[in-house]
């Protein structure tokens, strides 16, 4: 079992950046799979970084050369760098963790990028 609790949210203009922290209550340098998800108004929640314990990442065309996903194990800390946002990108974004074969969620923390 995991607790998260995200952070780093706010207003930011277009073609600024952000950097999203995911706190975790335990170790996570045994989790497998962490990965930030987001979801705006009125549409599905979708994936937008993953990392995997052997330091592999994944990201979707939409983010990919501007997002990075990062841990920081000593902090049990999971970060999502956000570099030249757009206003497409504005939604809330939530952490998961995959521990046992259950998914983990965050609260949420609010991103909101104006034009």
């Known amino acids: 079992q995991v607790q998260l609790v995200e952070s780093g949210g706010g207003l930011v203009q277009a073609g600024g950046s952000l950097r999203l922290a995911c706190a975790a209550s335990?170790?996570?340098?045994?989790?497998?799979?962490m990965a930030w998800f987001r979801q705006a108004p009125g549409k599905q929640r979708e994936l937008v970084a993953l990392?995997?314990?052997?330091?592999?990442?994944y990201y979707p065309d939409s983010v990919k050369g501007r997002f990075t996903i990062s841990r920081d194990n000593a902090k049990n800390t999971v970060y999502l760098q956000m570099n030249s946002l757009k206003p497409e990108d504005t939604a809330a974004y939530y952490c998961?963790?995959?521990?046992?074969?259950?998914?983990?969620w965050g609260q949420g923390t609010q991103v909101t990028v104006s034009a």
């Open positions: 998961n963790a995959r521990v046992m074969g259950r998914s983990y």
């Open positions: 335990r170790s996570i340098e045994s989790i497998v799979t």
């Open positions: 990392s995997t314990s052997d330091g592999s990442t």
